[in-house]
């Protein structure tokens, strides 16, 4: 009986995974639809720059492109 339900839950699960989502993320609207993939798009597009700023990979360089002695001459 258990391996009935283990065998059902399975095919069940599967199914679901092949169709997709069953709550639709976006709206069946075309144009709300098109308005909700640009606001989407346009938030992964700063993903890169919040990463640098982040990690602070937009800061300038304050290495020396030369060896500089450090003590005083």
Do not use: K
Not at 28 to 33: E, I, L
Not at 63 to 70: I, L, Q, V, W
């Amino acid at each position: 009986m258990r391996n009935r339900f283990y065998v059902g839950a399975f095919l069940l699960l599967s199914c679901l995974t092949q169709l997709g989502c069953i709550i639709p993320i976006y709206s069946s609207s075309p144009d709300a639809r098109a308005r909700q993939l640009i606001f989407t798009s346009e938030n992964y597009r700063h993903i890169n720059d919040i990463w640098e700023r982040i990690w602070m990979l937009d800061m300038p360089d304050v290495m020396t492109p030369y060896r500089t002695h450090g003590g005083i001459i």
